[in-house]
């Protein structure tokens, strides 16, 4: 949810810092912060706004620490940006995370005499930290010990990183939010994500929820939170490069990320062999769930129209509500788990509520080595690589390609798949793409469009409107077909636009029924179909692949939503108040 950048070493750490922070910027952009250790004393430079172009002005320092913020506690200010810092600035502290006893935390330090600067739940841990410092001796174990006595009082999920600026030593501790340990010689990062790391070194090891790490610059040591005894830190190999992370010549990463979707594709219809064991366990559980959030809970609803032409049920439904039905889950239980980062609290939590009533957890994801794939008794990497612009490209194409490829005929899913892939840069570079940005033209000054589909188009009518809201602030709405009449249709005007979402399949002749039907009440109709009808005003053609035509068809709704922000003037990468990764509650 924030973006976290550590540094322990022999270079400039506020250059290193301030670098690493903007590689993290998808994570959270209201504000940012970093610290450096100089004579003792955390100096902080924090400033409101978006990183990009800026530089921190501190002094020189082997050690530092920064924060890219996504508010949750107190108004963007610069008051309430990370770092925060104890009474004396020895120590800085970032933070991930909700302190859920906030209030009663603050009334104990307040009455001790401590001064706060803002309205954050973090500064309080700040605080926490300068009281358990205190009557220790200045090392780094001291640093490690007051870290996990503040650590201890906090409730909720959260990830704090500690600069001691009297050491020139940091520690951090985590229950929930991502941290990653950088291994270098001579120098040791600490990052939310690795995609800030691998420019450095391709030596990491994933922190684990109950754990806490001291990093010097010479070791980077694991504790349990609970105990304070070791835990063995598993260093790999990252499954990233930072060519992987780069731009390249693209122009932002959500054109970069588009444009990579083919690939994807036909690296998971190439290699389905963990797509099969997928589908075998599907096949061999009592009962299916598939969870996600967002646009994984659209490919958790895909899941359940494709398993079903397959003649498996699956219920899906959005992991922010499996609380309220996880008494029904038991051994013959699989609940399938979609999520890019692996990361998103509300998936971890129906996932650890289904396994503590002894069901199995499949996962789809795309991060290697993140707290989902760590639970799951079963992992298919999406193998998108990197998915650094926040609305979410080609990790739901992957999820769905993967879908298709797990719920049909091996041979025959894995040739669509492989087709739709070759067909996909008409949509990307070619003449569709043309078509529509005159779309985007059409629709830059309305206020409302509506997204109809049917059956397995259904999730796609809702990605779609989606990816149009989400990224140009247009108030799009995704419906079933045959809900229109039941309300929605109150909506439509003369001059609304209606999209409507019309494969070759058993659901073709009820979607024209419905497009027919808006646009008798003078709405315009834009389709995406394999062919022209005379309900429709405007065609954007997607050829029939049977059941590939989805992925196809999941490509408008996004090249739709990046041409509206760039002819609204809107930032396509960040979109006002969206995290990537929703690590808090």
């Not at 997928?278 to 598939?290: F, G, K, N, S």
Request: with cysteine; net charge neutral; aromatic share 4%.
């Amino acid at each position: 949810m924030c973006g976290i950048f550590g540094y322990v070493g022999s270079k400039n750490a506020s250059d290193l810092v301030t670098k690493g922070l903007a590689k993290l910027e998808y994570r959270g952009y209201d504000s940012w912060g970093v610290t450096v250790a100089h004579a003792a004393r955390a100096i902080v430079d924090k400033q409101t706004g978006k990183l990009r172009g800026k530089v921190a002005s501190l002094p020189g320092s082997h050690v530092g620490l920064g924060h890219t913020r996504w508010a949750t506690h107190g108004g963007v200010t610069q008051a309430n940006a990370h770092p925060h810092v104890d009474c004396g600035e020895r120590i800085a502290l970032v933070h991930n995370g909700i302190v859920a006893n906030d209030v009663e935390l603050r009334r104990e330090l307040a009455a001790r005499g401590h001064r706060f600067r803002s309205e954050t739940d973090t500064e309080l841990v700040a605080h926490l930290v300068e009281e358990a410092l205190a009557p220790l001796p200045p090392t780094p174990e001291s640093l490690l010990t007051a870290t996990l006595a503040a650590f201890r009082r906090l409730a909720g999920m959260n990830a704090i990183v500690v600069l001691d600026a009297l050491t020139d030593t940091l520690a951090a501790a985590k229950s929930g939010s991502p941290l990653v340990v950088g291994f270098g010689e001579g120098e040791h990062w600490l990052a939310s994500d690795q995609a800030a790391i691998v420019e450095h070194t391709r030596r990491i090891a994933v922190l684990g929820d109950g754990q806490a790490v001291l990093v010097t610059r010479d070791s980077a040591r694991a504790v349990d939170v609970a105990t304070g005894s070791p835990r063995a830190l598993d260093v790999t190999e990252a499954a990233w490069t930072d060519a992987h992370v780069g731009l390249g010549a693209h122009p932002d990463y959500m054109t970069k990320e588009m444009h990579e979707q083919p690939a994807v594709w036909r690296r998971l219809a190439a290699d389905d062999a963990p797509l099969r064991e997928l589908a075998r366990r599907i096949e061999a559980a009592t009962d299916v769930v598939a969870l996600g959030c967002g646009s994984g809970f659209h490919a958790a609803l895909s899941a359940e129209y494709l398993f079903a032409r397959a003649g498996r049920r699956v219920r899906a439904m959005p992991a922010s509500e499996f609380s309220h039905f996880a008494r029904f889950t038991g051994p013959g239980t699989l609940v399938l788990a979609l999520s890019q980062s692996g990361e998103t609290i509300d998936v971890l939590e129906a996932v650890n509520a289904a396994r503590a009533r002894d069901a199995r957890v499949a996962a789809l994801c795309n991060v290697p080595g993140s707290a989902l794939t760590r639970v799951a008794d079963l992992t298919v990497p999406l193998g998108a690589g990197p998915e650094r612009c926040v609305v979410s490209t080609k990790a739901f194409t992957a999820k769905l390609a993967a879908l298709i490829l797990a719920s049909g005929d091996p041979d025959d899913s894995k040739r669509l798949v492989t087709q739709a892939a070759d067909l996909a840069g008409a949509f990307l570079d070619g003449p569709t793409r043309t078509a529509l940005q005159n779309l985007a033209a059409r629709l830059v000054h309305d206020e409302h469009a509506y997204v109809i589909g049917r059956g397995a188009s259904y999730p796609l009518a809702l990605e779609t409107a989606l990816k149009i809201k989400e990224v140009s602030y247009l108030h799009a709405e995704g419906f079933a077909g045959g809900e229109l009449k039941h309300g929605v249709i109150a909506l439509v005007a003369p001059g609304t636009h209606c999209i409507v979402i019309a494969p070759e399949d058993e659901t073709k002749s009820d979607v024209l029924a419905a497009a027919a039907q808006v646009k008798a009440r003078g709405a315009v109709v834009t389709a995406i179909a394999a062919e022209p009808h005379p309900a429709f005003d405007h065609l954007i053609r997607v050829p029939d692949l049977g059941v590939a035509s989805h992925l196809l068809g999941a490509l408008p709704g996004q090249v739709l939503g990046y041409e509206l922000a760039r002819a609204r003037g809107l930032d396509p990468d960040m979109p006002r108040n969206l995290a990537k990764s929703v690590t808090v509650k």
